[in-house]
């Protein structure tokens, strides 16, 4: 090498680890984020779409080649025509089910529309039936709920609570006067009630004018210690009965509300293990609950 010429230097340069890679996984990053979306929005149609909708997409996406139907066809109408009018008249019977002019009954229409008012009318009484029993049965509470509440606050009548049994029955409210041992609503063999049957009955008419309801008064004995049954316990117990009417009438009662007075005698005794308890003497009145309304028959 001359003197006077400088060398020549080559410098190679390393470039860093941490250098530009491109953008490849931008373009991975965007089709995972898209994946994602259609995934969420396949999982949210699929929440909120019904049964009917579910079935019309599988259809939809069902191989062409699968038939359902049992026609040759296979097609979406599975030879059936869509009406007489149309070029295929002969279609399949459970599509298209026409009777001929000459044999359709012109009453049937009336029939149909006649059993679904007759229907309706019955679901109106029954639905009505329902809502007056759920009528009386809370009048019925209140008016026992009241009775108990004005045995407690009068003095004179605390004393007779026990000789009071208010219950409900098929027939209505039950209010039973019953004797105890000691303390009798009559006199042995008398058919006039005695003075605390008398104050029992007017408390209970106060009770009794609350409600519209008719009554009917029962009057009972009980069975003699040798177990004979005389013939005067009929008298004895439906004169009881109409004496307690009238009371009943005499503290206001309207005498249309009555509906029946009887005597039972030792027929129904209240206690059946044994008739001869003082208990089975009693003097039932009892609300009667209100007949249902029948529907009207139109064929009759």
Known sequence: ?????????????????????????????????????????????????????????ADYFAPASVSETTSGAGGILGGTALGKEGSKSAGSSDVIEELSPSSRN????????????????????????????????AAFASAAQSLRQALQD?????????????????????????????????????????????????????????????ISLYGHTSASSNGARPETDWQLSAGRADASRKILQGAGVDADRVYQVSGKATSEPLYPDDPTLPGNRRIAIVLLREAPVLPANPGL
């Open 1 to 57: 090498m001359a003197s006077g010429e400088r060398p020549i230097i080559i410098k190679k340069i390393k470039k860093g680890a941490h250098g530009h890679h491109g953008g490849a996984w931008k373009v991975a990053y965007a089709d995972f984020v898209t994946a994602m979306m259609a995934f969420f929005l396949l999982m949210w149609l699929i929440n909120t779409t019904s049964p009917e909708q579910k079935r019309g997409v």
């Open 106 to 137: 012109p009453n049937d229409g009336d029939a149909k529309e006649g059993g679904k008012a007759q229907s309706a009318s019955e679901m109106a009484a029954e639905a009505a039936a329902e809502a007056e029993q759920k009528r009386e049965d």
């Open 154 to 214: 009068m003095p004179e009548l605390a004393e007779l609570s026990k000789n009071i049994i208010i219950d409900e029955t098929p027939e209505g409210l039950r209010i039973q006067l019953v004797d105890q041992e000691g303390r009798s609503m009559f006199n042995q063999g008398a058919v006039q009630p005695n003075e605390r049957a008398k104050l029992l009955l007017r408390a209970i008419s106060k009770i009794v004018n609350q409600l519209p309801n008719r």
